[in-house]
């Protein structure tokens, strides 16, 4: 079974919208992190949480993790052409440097 | 300062054969991490490299096997090759004994089985 869900598994979204994308764990998270990949291409690095309730921002894209270290968002605010790719949840679920779990990411295309 | 690079970037090879597959891993770091993915999958760990042994292995046969050299570089061999094998291989980079994350990933190298 998948450890991590991520939804939607794809996302048609008008340029200048807004989006979210989720990340679900049935076990508590000691790192959470968001990547982004283009296709066939290695991942991007977006964003680490590692506290619950934490929050982080980096341009128009910001992502949480929610107090029960369960469940991240990321979302994206008045989306643009650039923002197309797969974009996955990467996760910590032990303790310690430990290989990452990956959800099966989200297809986001953002269309004029 | 240089990130993770692989070689080669594209691979074609039949079944039955088997391939070797190349990472540098960022300047500094000393860990190596091997990860298959599939079309329309996220990454899947294969093994870990520290201190030129196998750490930790996730859920893959031993046709899969690694070794990591004195200037930390690594390599991922898979002998007999089958169709299933066809997949992205990414290869990430870390510092151990700091804990750091995020793991820092390479490009990625396609292999492609007929």
């Known amino acids: 079974s998948q450890e991590l869900e991520q939804s939607p598994q794809s996302l048609i979204v008008q340029e200048g919208k807004n989006l979210t994308i989720n990340c679900t764990s049935s076990?508590?998270?000691?790192?959470l992190y968001w990547y982004k990949q283009k296709y066939g291409e290695g991942l991007i690095f977006l964003m680490m949480?590692?506290?619950?309730?934490e929050e982080k921002s980096h341009e128009k894209i910001t992502a949480k993790l929610d107090e029960k270290k369960q469940q991240s968002s990321l979302h994206i605010t008045a989306s643009q052409p650039s923002h197309a790719g797969i974009y996955l949840c990467?996760?910590?679920?032990?303790?310690?440097?430990?290989?990452?779990?990956f959800g099966k990411g989200t297809r986001l295309s953002v269309i004029a | 300062d240089a990130g993770v690079t692989q070689s080669p970037t594209h691979l074609i090879k039949t079944r039955g054969q088997q391939v070797t597959l190349r990472c540098s891993p960022k300047?500094?770091?000393?860990?190596v991490s091997w990860y298959q993915q599939a079309l329309g999958q996220g990454p899947q760990f294969i093994f870990q490299?520290?201190?030129?042994?196998?750490?930790q292995r996730g859920n893959f046969p031993d046709r899969f096997s690694g070794h990591q050299f004195p200037n930390y570089s690594s390599e991922l061999n898979v002998n007999a090759l089958l169709l299933g094998d066809s997949a992205l291989y990414l290869c990430?980079?870390?510092?151990?004994?700091?804990?750091?994350?995020?793991?820092?990933f390479g490009d990625g190298t396609r292999l492609s089985i007929l």
């Open positions: 490299y520290y201190e030129e042994e196998e750490r």
């Open positions: 990467g996760a910590d679920i032990k303790p310690g440097n430990t290989p990452l779990v």
């Open positions: 076990k508590t998270l000691y790192g």
């Open positions: 949480l590692q506290k619950g309730g």
């Open positions: 300047s500094g770091h000393d860990t």
């Open positions: 990430a980079s870390s510092l151990l004994m700091t804990g750091e994350q995020p793991q820092h």
